[in-house]
């Protein structure tokens, strides 16, 4: 097609695309397309806005490596996670689910745990925290042999990808429920941390004025045949960053509640001060059980990187 006009762009690329084989991948497309015509009409973007998009783009790309997901970020910083994970839980958006966001820290292959064991693999600061989650389905019943995947950052807010004083799969484990749907460990408990800001989301958090910071929580990652990987996080409650996380990724159903224990008989011997107890329910929904890519495949070398806190305006 001869192009006349701007509006023949829109009308040649939409043409071309029905050549192209898959309902599902011409409808995405499709609207693709249309919005992002309609987006560059309706801010008459200039030549040199394009430029500098096609140049934060690219080092979106040029950021990530085997051990930091520069993407994944970016879409969490723009709400794109979040707003895709509530609407293809909770009956596609129609009801509460305890589905959240995978974040960029996900790895495979995390060391299987007995139930009552440790995440912690080698010496990490921090306060004991006990933690009972109970895997139920919608109705309400306990999901038994379900595998839970979880893992978080250490108190110093850093996941043991992105620190090599850390061991291997530090701070990640992989449990299997019981009869009663349910798992228990011991691990720290960890503190709200900063996402790294020397890349595309710093600039674009500095540009808005916000922080680099979410609050403190720990990953889940169950999964059962004839159930939907279910992906979550906890929350502490207690966070002065709860109501202000930088991914936008906290929902009610996932403020947990985090007790601080003094006094009394300690869980486990060893421990000497105070101690924190986490209960909390995951609801899984039926569904194929389809694992996503790991957003990282390998541990960060070299020293550990300092990142720098952004303050919210």
């Not at 969490?76 to 305890?98: D, I, M, P």
């Not at 503190?191 to 989301?201: A, E, F, N, R, S």
């Not at 889940?220 to 045949?225: D, E, Q, R, W």
């Amino acid at each position: 097609m001869i192009i006349d006009s701007q509006e023949d762009v829109t009308t040649a690329v939409l043409a071309e695309l029905q050549r192209a084989d898959g309902p599902r991948f011409r409808e995405v497309m499709s609207s693709l397309i249309r919005h992002l015509h309609g987006f560059i009409r309706e801010t008459r973007l200039t030549e040199a806005e394009f430029q500098q998009a096609c140049a934060f783009v690219n080092r979106i790309g040029q950021k990530s490596n085997d051990s930091h997901n520069e993407a994944v970020m970016m879409a969490g910083s723009l709400g794109v996670s979040t707003l895709v994970c509530l609407l293809n839980n909770g009956n596609h958006g129609a009801t509460e689910t305890t589905a959240n966001l995978l974040g960029p820290f996900w790895r495979l292959q995390s060391p299987p745990t007995e139930n009552g064991g440790s995440l912690v693999r080698s010496p990490t600061p921090g306060v004991p925290l006990f933690v009972n989650a109970i895997v139920k389905n919608i109705d309400g019943r306990p999901v038994a042999g379900a595998e839970v995947d979880v893992w978080h950052c250490n108190d110093e807010g850093y996941y043991e990808n992105q620190d090599p004083t850390q061991a291997d799969m530090n701070l990640r484990g992989k449990f299997t429920t019981d009869t009663e749907g349910r798992i228990h460990f011991r691990s720290i408990k960890p503190i709200g941390y900063p996402i790294p800001p020397d890349g595309p989301t710093g600039d674009l958090l500095r540009a808005q004025k916000r922080h680099n910071l979410r609050p403190a929580h720990l990953h889940f990652l169950i999964t059962k045949p004839g159930y939907k990987v279910h992906i979550s996080q906890i929350y502490s409650g207690d966070d002065p960053n709860i109501e202000t996380d930088c991914q936008f990724g906290v929902t009610r159903p996932l403020i947990g509640t985090y007790v601080r224990q003094e006094g009394g008989q300690p869980p486990e011997p060893d421990v000497t001060g105070p101690w924190y107890t986490l209960t909390h329910e995951l609801l899984i929904e039926p569904g194929e059980m389809k694992l996503p890519r790991p957003p990282i495949t390998d541990k960060f070398q070299g020293p550990r990187p300092d990142i720098e806190r952004l303050v919210r305006a």
